[in-house]
T-cell receptor
Framework: DTGVSQDPRHKITKRGQNVTFRCDPI?????LYWYRQTLGQGPEFLTY????????KSRLLSDRFSAERPKGSFSTLEIQRTEQGDSAMYLC??????????????FGSGTRLTVV | GDSVTQMEGPVTLSEEAFLTINCTYT??????LFWYVQYPGEGLQLLLK?????DKGSNKGFEATYRKETTSFHLEKGSVQVSDSAVYFC??????????FGAGTILRVKS
C-alpha cells in the first residue's frame, strides 16, 4: 500500500467550469476526509465519509460542491461553476475508524486547484 | 467551537538552535492533540501526538507535552537542522473524527 493517492496533482481551470478530483485512501481505512487549504492557512474540514456514508458536511461546502464515495473505497469531490475563491489545495485523508483518535489521519499530497 | 492558536511565523533559526513553537487550544472536552509537518511540495505528515493530559509525544527529536492546565501543546526541539525547514501545524481532535488545525508556523533554518 502506497498511502493516500490524489489525482490530479494540479488543475488549472477557467471560471465557471466544473472540476472533479479523485482520492484513493489506504485500502483498510474506512474513514475518508476532505479538507481545503488556502495559502497561509491551516487545512479546513469540508466533509467526511465512513464507508460509503457521508456523515458530516461543513458549512464551507456550498451547494456547488458535492462529494461521493460510492462503494466505500475511492472518493470524488466535484466543484461546479468554479469561482476564483475556490483556488486552494484540496486535501484528502483517511483513517481507520477504531484508531482515529489515537493515530490521526494519513494525508494525500493534495490537488492544487487554480481558477483563472 | 474548538480552535487552535499557533504562534505566528516565520520563525528563522540558525542550525543547532533550540526551537519552540507555541500552540494553545480551546475545546469543550478532552481532545487528542497532534503536530503535523508539511515539507515544501509535499502533503501533511503526522509528526507526533498525545491523547491525554501530561502525555509527551516525541519523534525525530521533536517533543510536545499535553498541558491541560494551560491548554497548551508547545513543540520543541533541542537542535534544529536545515532539513527541519517546513510548515508546522498544531491540531486537535475530539470524538474521533474531525481534525481542527491551527494556521501553521513556517520554520526556516539557516546553515
Amino acid at each position: 500500500d502506497t498511502g493516500v493517492s490524489q489525482d490530479p496533482r494540479h488543475k488549472i481551470t477557467k471560471r465557471g467550469q466544473n472540476v472533479t478530483f479523485r482520492c484513493d485512501p489506504i485500502s483498510e481505512h474506512n474513514r475518508l476526509y476532505w479538507y481545503r487549504q488556502t495559502l497561509g492557512q491551516g487545512p479546513e474540514f469540508l466533509t467526511y465519509f465512513q464507508n460509503e456514508a457521508q456523515l458530516e458536511k461543513s458549512r464551507l461546502l456550498s451547494d456547488r460542491f458535492s462529494a461521493e464515495r460510492p462503494k466505500g473505497s475511492f472518493s470524488t469531490l466535484e466543484i461546479q461553476r468554479t469561482e476564483q475563491g475556490d483556488s486552494a489545495m484540496y486535501l484528502c485523508a483517511s483513517s481507520p475508524r477504531d484508531r482515529t483518535t489515537n493515530y490521526g489521519y494519513t494525508f494525500g499530497s493534495g490537488t492544487r486547484l487554480t481558477v483563472v | 467551537g474548538d480552535s487552535v492558536t499557533q504562534m505566528e511565523g516565520p520563525v528563522t533559526l540558525s542550525e543547532e538552535a533550540f526551537l519552540t513553537i507555541n500552540c494553545t487550544y480551546t475545546a469543550t472536552g478532552y481532545p487528542s492533540l497532534f503536530w503535523y509537518v508539511q515539507y515544501p511540495g509535499e502533503g501533511l505528515q503526522l509528526l507526533l501526538k498525545a491523547t491525554k493530559a501530561d502525555d509527551k509525544g516525541s519523534n525525530k527529536g521533536f517533543e510536545a507535552t499535553y498541558r491541560k492546565e494551560t491548554t497548551s501543546f508547545h513543540l520543541e526541539k533541542g537542535s534544529v537542522q536545515v532539513s527541519d525547514s517546513a510548515v508546522y501545524f498544531c491540531a486537535l481532535m475530539e470524538y474521533g473524527n474531525k481534525l481542527v488545525f491551527g494556521a501553521g508556523t513556517i520554520l526556516r533554518v539557516k546553515s
